[in-house]
């Protein structure tokens, strides 16, 4: 696996290869009309985002893009989106992610990660889980045509 800030042509690749329930996702919080207008979105926000990570196979093909954005004073939005090839690197890029990434972040006195993910994407969920978070709570009509989204977090005061 290999890890690096993402060039435009990596995010253009994975967002345009995206997986359905990751487009389904993006969709439902975005003012993206379709998957075309979805993907631009995305290449435009983090094409050249400073806190963004992009992760590649061995073979250097495009895989996914995570990126961790400051919404609030201290704390953190986990953000991922990936193509088909994520299975292969769930793991590793979930132990990146917890070891690596998060540990950054909370160095520099961030004391909340969190992240959002719509109701019934349980294998997304589940790597959630394995990047530390637990769920918070469920919203009900958070998406725009009434889509309920799940809420993750990690807290520093829980650990």
């Known amino acids: 696996m290999k890890i690096d800030v993402p060039t435009v042509a990596h995010v253009r690749y994975v967002a345009d290869n995206m997986r359905e329930k990751d ?3 993006f969709l439902a919080v975005s003012f993206a009309r379709n998957r ?8 435009e926000r983090y094409g050249a ?15 996914g893009v995570g990126a961790m954005v400051e919404g609030r004073p201290n704390v953190i939005t ?10 292969k690197l769930a793991l590793p890029i979930a132990r990146f992610t917890k070891r690596r990434l998060f540990p950054g972040y909370i160095e520099t006195g961030v004391h909340r990660i969190e992240c959002i993910s719509i109701a019934g994407y ?13 769920e918070e709570g469920v919203f009900r009509g958070f998406g725009k045509r009434g889509e309920t989204f799940h809420q993750f977090a990690w807290v520093a005061d829980a650990h």
């Open 78 to 87: 986990l953000m991922f989106f990936a193509t088909p090839l994520f299975n």
């Open 122 to 134: 349980e294998e997304a969920h589940r790597w959630i889980r394995l990047c530390g978070m637990s």
């Open 49 to 63: 985002h400073q806190h963004a990570f992009g992760f590649s196979d061995d073979d250097d093909t495009p895989v």
């Open 36 to 43: 075309g207008e979805l993907a631009d979105s995305l290449v």
């Open 23 to 25: 487009v389904e996702e």
